[in-house]
């Protein structure tokens, strides 16, 4: 059982930055993948970042690809994604889940943590 609890959501100003944390339970951090997801009203969930277990692969779709970054710290069973030049379209929850495999479908991942609410404005 792992849980995440999410934190760093906040409001700020197009062009912007945000750091937004992810804290796991369970000793067994370390032997999942993490990804961060966001869902804006009336939108589906999309991922923004996963990060492998070992935190060596990463993976970014290309809306965010070159703003966004995951990191984890084994260690400290956390995962943050540092957020650059955010944009109002990045508005939306931001949910950290883990997942058993890397690559897997949204709806695969096994445990997701409460969100944390991301507004940018203009």
């Known amino acids: 059982q792992v849980q995440l609890v999410e934190s760093g959501g906040g409001l700020v100003q197009a062009g912007g930055s945000l750091r937004l944390s992810c804290a796991a339970s369970?000793?067994?951090?370390?032997?999942?993948?993490m990804g961060w997801f966001r869902q804006a009203p009336g939108k589906e969930r999309e991922i923004v970042a996963r990060?492998?277990?070992?935190?060596?692969?990463?993976y970014y779709p290309d809306s965010v690809k070159g703003r966004f970054t995951i990191s984890r710290d084994n260690a400290k069973n956390t995962v943050h994604l540092q957020m650059n030049s955010l944009k109002p379209e990045d508005t939306a929850v931001y949910y950290c889940?883990?997942?058993?495999?890397?690559?897997?479908?949204?709806?695969?991942?096994?445990?997701w943590g409460q969100g944390t609410q991301v507004t940018v404005s203009s």
């Open positions: 369970g000793r067994t951090f370390s032997s999942y993948a």
């Open positions: 889940a883990a997942s058993r495999l890397f690559a897997v479908p949204t709806n695969e991942y096994d445990y």
């Open positions: 990060i492998s277990s070992s935190g060596v692969n990463t």
